[in-house]
């Protein structure tokens, strides 16, 4: 198929009436991805607590940044919607299928992000609803923009996409310290291997959509190799922080080392071999890395 040439838009479905307009509207949230905003902003806040956990702050916390983590991934997709009619992976998403209209999606988002602001401010503290208004604003109006126009848009978007730990540890402490800024910088440099991986595998998708990512720009993938090392070497490195900045202790040093190692290998064996299987062993592993580290971090301080 020429690479000018959308794909059509699947046919329906889903059951029309109430429970299938739900279950769109769910979609738009992109609640696996909302969970795992959720769950490191839950270590961000155990981690942040100074001394017994808040529990009933806790709550309030999590819910505020599952609407906000709902409402940014609704406006994304309705930015997006046009190329996300264009790729395979993303043609059955609620507003290129047809389940919503883009106006219908511009709503529902804005209205998640508003409530979550809303509710974070009085509930949690000013602090985490300023830091959620920066993260809704640096991915849904500076990142998503970019994605079509320059391939540091991945440098661009890791800045938002590495808020969850900080709105955490706001949310519980009401400032940030040097350790926040330690789960901060380890989620930044994560995200490079985590979303090269996926435009690899995806990189004639992305191309279709004029998405330039940096393994879709480049034909040999050298520099994509390279820079998935180096931010998985300086992913390992600063995992090693929170031991000597007494955040965690030896569980933690010694298991951060281990999923570091096999974090780096998998980065090592694509490096290799440059297959699309070896991407998604990449991908898989960082899934893993990120949570296991931070849980392992959690457990170790409790």
């Known amino acids: 198929m020429p690479k000018s040439v959308a794909f059509a838009a699947p046919?329906?479905?889903?059951?029309?009436?109430?429970?299938?307009?739900?279950?769109?509207?769910?979609?738009?949230?992109?609640?696996?991805?909302?969970?795992?905003?959720?769950?490191?902003?839950?270590?961000?806040?155990?981690?942040?607590?100074?001394?017994?956990?808040?529990?009933?702050?806790?709550?309030?916390?999590?819910?505020?940044?599952?609407?906000?983590?709902?409402?940014?991934?609704?406006?994304?997709?309705?930015?997006?919607?046009?190329?996300?009619?264009?790729?395979?992976r993303t043609a059955t998403r609620p507003i290129p299928s047809g389940q919503v209209t883009p106006f219908q999606a511009l709503l529902f988002g804005i209205t998640l992000t508003v409530a979550a602001e809303a509710y974070l401010c009085p509930t949690v503290n000013p602090l985490t609803a300023i830091l959620g208004l920066i993260t809704a604003i640096g991915y849904v109006w500076i990142y998503t923009p970019l994605k079509t126009r320059t391939w540091l848009s991945t440098a661009i978007g890791s800045f938002p996409g590495a808020?969850?730990?900080?709105?955490?540890?706001?949310?519980?402490?009401?400032?940030?310290?040097?350790?926040?800024?330690?789960?901060?910088?380890?989620?930044?440099?994560?995200?490079?291997?985590?979303?090269?991986?996926?435009?690899w595998m995806y990189r004639e998708d992305y191309r279709r959509a004029g998405i330039g990512m940096l393994p879709v720009i480049e034909a040999d993938g050298r520099r994509t190799i390279r820079q998935t090392l180096l931010t998985g070497v300086v992913t390992v490195g600063l995992s090693l922080l929170p031991f000597w900045l007494g955040l965690s202790g030896w569980v933690y040093l010694v298991g951060a080392l281990l999923l570091?190692?096999?974090?780096?290998?998998?980065?090592?064996?694509?490096?290799?071999?440059?297959?699309?299987?070896?991407?998604?062993?990449?991908?898989?592993?960082?899934?893993?890395?990120?949570?296991?580290?931070f849980l392992l971090m959690t457990l170790n301080r409790l």
């Open 163 to 199: 808020m969850p730990p900080l709105v955490g540890w706001a949310a519980a402490a009401g400032t940030l310290s040097v350790e926040a800024w330690v789960l901060f910088a380890i989620m930044f440099f994560w995200q490079f291997p985590h979303f090269y991986a996926i435009a």
């Open 11 to 88: 046919t329906l479905t889903l059951a029309p009436g109430f429970r299938g307009r739900l279950a769109a509207y769910w979609a738009l949230t992109k609640p696996r991805i909302t969970f795992e905003v959720v769950l490191i902003a839950a270590f961000g806040f155990i981690l942040g607590t100074p001394g017994a956990i808040d529990w009933l702050r806790f709550f309030h916390a999590m819910v505020g940044v599952g609407l906000l983590s709902g409402g940014i991934a609704a406006l994304n997709q309705w930015m997006e919607h046009a190329a996300d009619g264009k790729m395979r």
């Open 260 to 293: 570091g190692g096999l974090f780096l290998q998998s980065c090592l064996t694509l490096a290799r071999t440059r297959t699309n299987l070896a991407a998604k062993r990449v991908l898989r592993a960082s899934v893993v890395y990120l949570p296991m580290l």
